[in-house]
Nanobody, 124 residues
Framework: QVQLVESGGGLVQAGGSLRLSCAAS????????MGWFRQAPGKEREFVAS????????YYQDSVKGRFTISRDNAKNTIYLQMNSLKAEDTAVYYC?????????????????WGQGTQVTVSS
């Protein structure tokens, strides 16, 4: 069983930055592909970014390319999501997810483990 704990959410003005963290435990971290998803009020959960086990490959949703950066530190069992140039439409609960099977999954159904989420609110 993998436990995931997100942190770093909060309230920020449009144009500002936040860095989310997700700490994992319960399994060898380097065996896990990791991803970030988000869910805004009244909307379905959507993919944001994912990173391969080694960190050598990343993938982003088009709307966040050039603004968000996913990274991982396998020594700290942690992934990060650096979010710059935030927009009001980035407001959502952000979830960290982990998967031991796929290399760089982008679909929610491919992830086996999920965190509880952290709220990000961007004021315009």
């Amino acid at each position: 069983q993998v436990q995931l704990v997100e942190s770093g959410g909060g309230l920020v003005q449009a144009g500002g930055s936040l860095r989310l963290s997700c700490a994992a435990s319960g399994r060898t971290f380097s065996d896990l592909a990791m991803g970030w998803f988000r869910q805004a009020p009244g909307k379905e959960r959507e993919f944001v970014a994912s990173i391969s086990r080694s960190g050598g490959r990343t993938y982003y949703q088009d709307s966040v390319k050039g603004r968000f950066t996913i990274s991982r530190d396998n020594a700290k069992n942690t992934i990060y999501l650096q979010m710059n140039s935030l927009k009001a439409e980035d407001t959502a609960v952000y979830y960290c997810a982990a998967d031991p099977v796929y290399n760089i999954p982008t679909r929610g159904r491919d992830y086996n483990y999920w965190g509880q989420g952290t709220q990000v609110t961007v004021s315009s």
